[in-house]
């Protein structure tokens, strides 16, 4: 997302534009609390404040189009939602602010040097996405003891997947789990993955935070739930009934 808007507001002549663009489909829930927070502090779109979207719909590879696209507007700040748009706008630029609204772990996919001193023009919101996805395990091991076979849907296209993995990685191997890789980038890949899945008679799915993988989290948990295939992953998960969801 990208906006811009005149900062009558904040006590400045001239007008400001800001983006916001990811690779999810739509992301509504924080679009809204964007605009909300915005028109608490006095901002009103269209008036003194102007916000240009672009969504990906799951395509990676746009992200950096837009990214350059963004910039030519000369946009004053660029919002992103996830890992794959935070590293495409950084790329991009080096001086116009960047605020990510989430990252699954900034410092591990190189976002940015420390959480301490961040640097550059990068800041926002992360989250320890590794140690969360080793965390899932645990509890699924706990509610289910007999499990041995797990099977990780996921986004090869996500660069989180590396830490992420190798944190659930050695979690597995002190519970004495094998873990098993499914890769999908769409929505027809993730029914496929989790058809594979059933055939091949693992104890469980756990899908990592991608963006892609939590617009499909309801029909996830439905082909899970109606092949006894427990469930564990992103919150959006748990609410459209799989297992275990954490946040």
């Known amino acids: 997302m990208a906006a811009h808007g005149a900062c009558a507001a904040a006590g400045e002549d001239r007008a400001h534009r800001v983006s916001r ?25 269209g008036q003194n404040i102007f916000i240009d979207f672009r969504w ?36 991009a630029t080096t001086t116009v602010p960047i605020v990510m609204l989430v990252s699954g772990d900034a410092v591990a996919t190189g976002v940015v040097a ?21 965390k899932r395990l645990e509890l699924f091991k706990e509610a289910y003891p007999p499990a041995r076979r797990i099977a990780i849907l996921l986004n090869p296209d996500n660069p989180i997947n590396a830490p992420v993995v190798e944190a659930m990685g050695l979690t597995a191997k002190s519970l004495k789990l094998e873990l098993q890789p499914f890769e999908a ?28 993988l939590i617009a499909n989290s309801a029909r996830i948990a439905e082909i899970a739930a109606n092949n006894r295939l427990p469930s564990i992953g992103f919150v959006e998960l748990a609410r459209t009934g799989g297992l275990i969801g954490t946040e």
């Open 21 to 45: 663009f990811n690779h999810a489909f739509g992301c509504r829930g924080p679009t809204r609390t964007i605009r909300a927070g915005l028109h608490d502090l006095g901002y009103v779109e």
């Open 56 to 91: 990906a719909e799951g395509r990676y590879a746009r992200l950096e189009e837009f990214a350059a696209e963004l910039i030519r507007l000369k946009v004053d700040v660029l919002v992103t939602y996830g890992t794959p748009g935070t590293l495409a706008a950084k790329r």
């Open 114 to 134: 420390s959480l301490a001193r961040p640097g550059r023009n990068v800041t926002g919101s992360t989250f320890f996405d590794p140690e969360l996805s080793a």
């Open 185 to 212: 980038r769409t929505s027809n890949e993730v029914e496929n993955a989790l058809s594979t899945m059933i055939t091949t008679r693992v104890d469980a799915v756990a899908a990592t935070s991608d963006s892609v």
